[in-house]
Nanobody, 114 residues
Framework: QVQFVESGGGLVQPGGSLGLSCAAS????????MAWYRQAPGKQRELVAT???????NYADSVKGRFAISRDNAKKTVSLQMNFLTPEDTAVYYC????????WGQGTQVTVSS
């Protein structure tokens, strides 16, 4: 069974940076496409960034140029570096496969506020 444990969230001022990390379990991690998702209060969960097993990346328009997704296949981890954060980036951030598996981790809260 695939499981995900997210960490690294917190409170940051607008314009600041934050790095998230996700530890994944399960087989075939190195060839699985992975993604970060987020869910803001009162909104549906949305896809933020994806990375293939080969390292090809794709981003939502709202974060393009500000966020960077990366992975370490040996450690089975996926990271999300977030720069130039705005209050609109406030959400609970989750990692999962792409397409997402039914089981989600607890997520990590990111709050951007002055």
């Amino acid at each position: 069974q695939v499981q995900f444990v997210e960490s690294g969230g917190g409170l940051v001022q607008p314009g600041g940076s934050l790095g998230l990390s996700c530890a994944a379990s399960g087989s075939l991690f190195s060839i699985a496409a992975m993604a970060w998702y987020r869910q803001a209060p009162g909104k549906q969960r949305e896809l933020v960034a994806t990375i293939t097993g080969a390292g090809n990346t794709n981003y939502a328009d709202s974060v393009k140029g500000r966020f960077a997704i990366s992975r370490d296949n040996a450690k089975k981890t996926v990271s999300l570096q977030m720069n130039f954060l705005t209050p609109e980036d406030t959400a609970v951030y989750y990692c999962n496969r792409s397409p997402a598996r039914p089981t989600w981790g607890q997520g990590t809260q990111v709050t951007v506020s002055s």
